[in-house]
C-alpha cells in the first residue's frame, strides 16, 4: 500500500472523531484555552491533550502557552489537502455524469 506524504491521512484521522471535530468547530469561531475545550468536550484535561496532540500532528491547530494557560488556535490551511481530494473525485464524477447525459441525449 502507497504511503502518502499529503497529510491527508493525518487530516482524516483527526476529523474521524466528533469531539475533535467539535473543537475545529470551537477553534473556528475563535481561540480557546485547554480549559474552554474540556467544558466543551466533558472530558478532562488528560483526555482533551490526546486530542490536541493528535490535532497538532496533523497541522491543524498551533497552540501557545503564556503561564498556566495554553490556548488553540485553528490553522485552516491544513483542510487543504482534504479540499484538494474531495474536489478532484467530485470533478471527475461530475464530468463522468455530464459524459453520460451527453451520450444518452445523443441517442434518443
Not at 38 to 47: E, F, M, Q, T
Not at 72 to 95: A, M
Not at 100 to 106: I, R, T, V
Amino acid at each position: 500500500m502507497a504511503k502518502y506524504r499529503d497529510g491527508l491521512d493525518a487530516v482524516a484521522q483527526a476529523l474521524a472523531h466528533r469531539g475533535r471535530r467539535s473543537i475545529i468547530s470551537r477553534l473556528a469561531e475563535e481561540a480557546a484555552t485547554s480549559t474552554d475545550l474540556s467544558r466543551l468536550l466533558g472530558v478532562g484535561l488528560p483526555a482533551l491533550q490526546k486530542h490536541l496532540d493528535l490535532l497538532r500532528r496533523a497541522s491543524m491547530i498551533a497552540s501557545v502557552k503564556a503561564g498556566r494557560t495554553v490556548t488553540h488556535t485553528l490553522r485552516p490551511t491544513s483542510l487543504d489537502p482534504l479540499d484538494d481530494w474531495i474536489l478532484t473525485r467530485k470533478l471527475f464524477w461530475q464530468n463522468q455524469f455530464d459524459a453520460l447525459a451527453d451520450h444518452l441525449e445523443d441517442h434518443r
